[in-house]
């Protein structure tokens, strides 16, 4: 793959998306409990990311941004990023069959929470497991209806926000696409 002015504008923009992401996460909304639970938009990042992307794209995606989340959880590092990766590659491969749209996101951030608290189990995780992992995924499910939208908007805008430049006035390319 050549490395070209739109690769490396494109890895800036999802970098920059997926560090904006989680800051707000950590410095913002992990203040914003609801019931002791806070919202997950690293997850619903990484299956917008799925869903805008494909599967290929998405379980990169969904890896880094699983991989940030590590950094802060008190969990084996890996942990999120397998999780993340995985729904956020199941959310890619309806990418071909359906028409993106932000309802798609809560069923995949539900699945990713629970592959999360699932894979914590098997690898000796148990407090991710309690008696109030329902109200837990209703919260985050409540939190991901809310913030699918615009994380949509910004995967979309990383990825497919870049324009071809073309040269001359705009007038005279329009007239150039017309034939004349």
Do not use: K, N
Request: charged share 15%; aromatic share 12%.
């Amino acid at each position: 793959m050549a490395i070209t002015v739109e690769t490396i504008r494109t890895g800036t923009r999802s970098g920059l998306v997926l560090f904006s992401v989680f800051v707000v996460q950590v410095g913002l909304l992990d203040g914003l409990r609801f019931v002791g639970r806070a919202p997950e938009p690293l997850l619903v990042l990484a299956v917008a990311g799925g869903l805008v992307g494909g599967w290929w794209r998405g379980l990169r995606f969904g890896f880094v941004a699983g991989l940030l989340y590590d950094l802060v959880a008190f969990t084996p590092l890996g942990l999120a990023a397998f999780a993340y990766a995985l729904v956020a590659a199941a959310a890619g491969l309806l990418t071909g069959y359906t028409v993106r749209v932000w309802w798609l996101v809560p069923p995949f951030v539900a699945l990713g929470l629970s592959v999360y608290v699932f894979a914590g189990e098997v690898v000796g995780q148990d407090h991710l497991f309690d008696d109030r992992f329902m109200l837990t995924l209703g919260v985050v499910e409540l939190w991901s209806v809310l913030l699918a939208p615009p994380m949509l908007l910004l995967v979309r805008w990383a990825w497919t926000g870049t324009a071809r430049v073309r040269a001359g006035p705009p007038a005279r390319t329009l007239d150039r696409a017309a034939g004349r």
